[in-house]
């Protein structure tokens, strides 16, 4: 069955860094791209950087651009955001998708909550 959980959210000061990680298992992760979106009150979700199994990140949202990295570690079925230079507007629910080869349906964890607040 699969499972996709992140961690690592929390409170953190603006100009800060986090590491959030999604762990994923019943895939086959190394064909799996990966997804982070997240979420803030009143808003849509939107997509923060995704990275295919190969490991290239394709895409970050603009206003991340050059703030945050996302990786994967396939001997650990684990993805990695790296969270830089943290500002209130980073705030949100960070989601984690995994998106499986062939069928491309989408699984998400549950969400992480960042906060970026003095």
């Known amino acids: 069955q699969e499972q996709v959980a992140e961690s690592g959210g929390g409170l953190v000061q603006p100009g800060g860094s986090v590491r959030l990680s999604c762990a994923a298992s019943?895939?086959?992760?190394?064909?799996?791209?990966i997804t982070w979106h997240r979420q803030a009150p009143g808003k849509e979700r939107e997509l923060v950087a995704r990275?295919?199994?190969?490991?290239?990140?394709?895409y970050y949202l603009d206003s991340v651009k050059g703030r945050f990295s996302m990786s994967r570690d396939n001997a650990k079925n684990t993805v990695y955001l790296q969270m830089n230079n943290l500002n209130p507007e980073d705030t949100a629910v960070y989601y984690c998708?995994?998106?499986?080869?062939?069928?491309?349906?989408?699984?998400w964890g549950q969400g992480t909550q960042v906060t970026v607040s003095s």
């Open positions: 990275i295919l199994d190969t490991g290239t990140s394709t």
């Open positions: 019943g895939f086959t992760f190394s064909t799996t791209v």
């Open positions: 998708g995994v998106v499986e080869k062939g069928t491309s349906r989408v699984f």
